[in-house]
């Protein structure tokens, strides 16, 4: 599935954003989507997962509480709510795909299919 990821900017902190990413190609039904985010000089980290099977969801401990994953199916679509941003959340966020059912919901290798990356800075 090809997945292009949007909604990234420039915030102050304390500001939201909220970044989507479509699929195209397929469907997204049966698959977990996450989001992951790279800060600039560091590696890629893992930030939330909604999973296809019962929606459960799963945050990173350094976004619990500030973002929300959510999915709507008829739109193709993930989003990524980004509430009382920090200028440590600054980065390159993707979102990935990867058929359903993986504990492994935090490591890259899960998924497949990733999108493009937005820019999101947050200025203090």
């Known amino acids: 599935v090809q997945l292009q990821a949007s909604g990234g900017g420039l915030v102050q902190a304390g500001g939201s954003l909220r970044l989507s990413c479509t699929a195209f190609?397929?469907?997204?039904?049966?698959?977990?989507m996450a989001w992951f985010r790279q800060a600039p000089g560091k590696e890629r980290e893992f930030a939330a997962v909604m999973h296809w099977k019962g929606g459960n969801t799963y945050y990173a401990d350094s976004v619990k509480g500030r973002f929300t994953i959510s999915r709507d199916n008829s739109l193709n679509t993930a989003f990524l709510q980004m509430n009382s941003l920090k200028p440590e959340d600054t980065g390159v966020y993707y979102c990935?795909?990867?058929?359903?059912?993986?504990?492994?919901?935090?490591?890259?290798?899960?998924?497949?299919?990733w999108g493009q990356g937005t820019q999101v800075t947050v200025s203090s």
């Open positions: 190609g397929r469907t997204l039904s049966g698959y977990d």
């Open positions: 990935a795909a990867s058929p359903t059912g993986s504990r492994y919901y935090s490591s890259e290798t899960t998924y497949g299919s």
